[in-house]
């Protein structure tokens, strides 16, 4: 886009050809994402749950790695707004990535990380880089749903676990009960004082033997 001042009047100039940058970042990396999803649901139905996982993380790195490309291109072409844009899609799906590969576990936790963060760059967006846009435009986002889902499934999950320990709770208080009365007997603790020296001398046989 320019402007130009020939004959004394403004006007705008609007460059509409196609760049590769902008194939990477639009056009790509919505490929990428409807290719590997479709791919990780056809694998999660036949229960390939190790094989699921290592298509997500390689879904969000090609994606990471897309963007970044197409971001460093508008950089280089010196179009700085849409090379910002670019690095804010980027380090999301870079972030969830790695964290994939690292912190798996708390992945529900990082996909509420990862939700803010493309979030933000929505915002950014929308009322930043171009402020003549509408912040109706950010809410039917798919970071915005996101961030519901993780919200929701995440009370959820508390909720369960809360519920899980108060069960838990319940047995360790009768087993605790069992246990004080097998304790209080003279008997009882011989035997498990024997028990848990046969144990120790089968441990102690098997390291042994182990070791030759």
């Not at 460059?15 to 694998?43: E, K, Q």
């Not at 280089?76 to 844009?85: H, I, N, Q, T």
Request: aromatic share 12%.
């Amino acid at each position: 886009r320019g402007v130009s001042r020939g004959g004394g009047a403004r006007r705008l100039v609007y460059d509409m050809r196609f760049t590769w940058m902008w194939g990477l970042i639009w056009i790509v990396c919505y490929f990428v994402p409807s290719a590997g999803w479709f791919a990780y649901s056809l694998v999660a139905l036949v229960k390939r749950q190790r094989h699921a996982a290592n298509i997500l993380r390689t879904l969000f790195a090609v994606n990471a790695c897309m963007e970044g490309c197409g971001a460093v291109g508008y950089h280089l072409s010196g179009r700085l707004r849409e090379a910002v844009m670019g690095w804010c899609y980027c380090g999301p799906d870079a972030l969830l990535s790695l964290v994939m590969v690292m912190k798996e576990r708390d992945i529900l936790y990082w996909i509420f990380v990862y939700a803010l963060l493309k979030f933000a760059a929505q915002v950014l967006r929308f009322l930043v880089l171009y402020p003549d846009s509408s912040f109706s435009a950010v809410l039917p986002t798919s970071a915005f749903i996101t961030i519901i889902f993780t919200v929701v499934s995440l009370a959820f999950r508390r909720h369960a676990l809360r519920r899980a320990r108060r069960l838990v709770l319940r047995d360790q208080e009768r087993y605790d009960e069992v246990w004080r009365g097998v304790m209080a007997s003279d008997a009882e603790r011989a035997h498990i004082h024997d028990l848990a020296r046969i144990v120790a001398d089968l441990t102690q046989s098997i390291k042994t033997h182990r070791d030759r």
